[in-house]
């Protein structure tokens, strides 16, 4: 990639990548070895000076949420957030399948600096191929005495387990994971108690996701310094990026935080432009629920701070979807407002309620009875959901609220224009690509 050293994905194409004789041939568990000869307590405080900040969506510093662990506590559970839901989110998956190892080897890390005796991974139902992979690595890091008791001979013991889930958005949300992985419906917890206090089985709980785990070991080996150098001060580190739709190369790509949206779609080391040299019209920038870019702001830095100077909830995933300018928005919104319904775990009223009024209206303008005024009214009730109004128990009516507002308020005019033309024949067309 130019003169960017891949790091998270330096093994990737290399034949056996999965093994655990090919990831240590590159250094791998080096950084394991280096951490279980410090204290907890200092391998905790090179992870605060790199400022490694969450992969998974909310962008908050990994070492900084360790310390909210009690002080006193007798017993700590890791849970690994493999779950990967956000559409169109596939780094998880991507890191999982083609070096199994480096996610093993950041679950270590970040066990011993937290003092967990157990890391649950919670994999989403429907990644088998990756399951698998991952269990043989497991398997071989037992054998080779890297899990288990007394790991490279440094007193430490951690067991790994892989439970898959049932496939459903929202227990992405850390607690609704737990509630999950405990066997029941996964439905969001009310806070507090927090995780760090009362989580799974009503222990101490610390939740990171896999790309947040995968970037421990190189922090330990190389230093904080080293992974400040990469990116920005307030987004260091490598990091993951995917891109989809109609571009020419789609796929999963690494680079710094300083590439910008338009980059990731057009530059030659990630999607190398348009299929038909066809413009853009709009972006998903950091997955659907960050919300949405026009054509003329693809200028975004790809960071942890500049997509609120967009209108956006944050970067989110990094994951990119791209529309064409032949798109008709209306299929757009009315799957967008579709997926965060179905997905809504329906204990909060305006999340089960909006989210259904929202698809209902985006349905209405799909198939060409829409009105102006279900135009505002989308925007009404986008504004009254979520946590960030102070109405939900998590951030999925947020996710839902944001694409769906950002959709109306940046194409207005567009939707305008199609509420007023009409066309015949649209009802029959959309309820054919519903069925």
């Known amino acids: ?28 568990y080096a950084g ?10 200092e391998v905790v405080e090179e992870v605060k000076k790199a400022n490694l900040r969450g992969r998974g969506g909310a962008g908050f510093p990994a070492g900084v949420k360790w310390t909210f662990l009690p002080k006193d506590r ?47 991974v919670y994999l989403r139902v429907e990644f088998h191929e990756q399951f698998h992979i991952l269990q043989r690595a497991v398997d071989e890091a037992y054998e080779a005495g890297l899990l288990g008791e007394n790991i490279l001979d440094s007193g430490y013991g951690l067991d790994v387990y892989l439970h898959r889930g049932a496939g459903a958005y929202v227990c992405g949300e850390e607690t609704g994971l737990i509630e999950s992985l405990e066997g029941k419906r996964g439905w969001p917890r009310i806070k507090p108690p927090f995780p760090a206090v009362e989580g799974a089985f009503g222990l101490p709980t610390v939740v990171n ?43 999963c790509y690494e680079g710094p935080m300083t ?24 972006v998903f920038p950091g997955g659907l629920s960050m919300g949405v870019l026009t054509g003329d702001e693809m200028h975004m830095k790809m960071d942890f701070d500049d997509p609120r100077n967009f209108g956006l909830l944050g970067l989110g995933t990094a994951a990119a979807v791209v529309v064409n300018v032949e ?69 999925l009516p947020d996710g839902a609220a944001f694409p769906v507002r950002g959709l109306v308020q940046k194409f207005r005019s567009e939707f305008e224009s199609y509420v007023s033309q009409q066309r015949a024949g649209r009802a029959e067309a959309v309820l054919r690509v519903l069925n």
């Open 209 to 251: 996701n896999v790309e947040t785990l995968a970037n421990l070991p190189h922090i330990i080996s190389r230093g904080p310094d080293w992974f400040k150098s990469i990116g920005t001060e307030s987004s260091a580190g490598p990091k993951l990026f995917c891109v989809s739709g109609p571009v020419k190369r789609p796929g």
């Open 259 to 282: 590439i910008t949206c338009e980059e990731l779609i057009y530059g030659d080391d990630y999607g190398q432009g348009m299929v038909g040299n066809a413009d853009v019209k709009a």
């Open 1 to 28: 990639m130019g003169s960017y050293e891949p790091v998270l994905l330096k093994n990737l194409g290399v034949e056996g990548s999965r093994t655990l004789e090919v990831y240590r041939q590159s250094g791998g």
């Open 74 to 120: 007798e017993r700590t559970i890791l849970c690994v957030n493999a779950d990967e839901s956000e559409p169109p989110t596939f780094a998880n998956r991507f890191l999982m399948e083609n070096d199994p190892h480096m996610l093993i080897e950041g679950i270590i890390i970040a066990g011993f600096a937290t003092k967990s005796q157990v890391a649950y």
């Open 327 to 395: 798109t008709d928005l209306r299929d757009v919104l009315m799957n967008v407002a579709r997926f965060y319904s179905h997905e809504s775990c329906g204990q909060c009223t305006q999340c089960r309620e909006g989210t259904s009024w929202m698809y209902k209206m985006a349905s209405r303008i799909a198939m060409g009875a829409g009105r102006v005024e279900d135009l505002d009214l989308l925007e009404e009730v986008a504004s009254k959901m979520g946590m960030m109004p102070g109405y939900s128990i998590c951030g």
């Open 32 to 41: 394991a070895e280096a951490a279980l000869k410090m204290s907890s307590d």
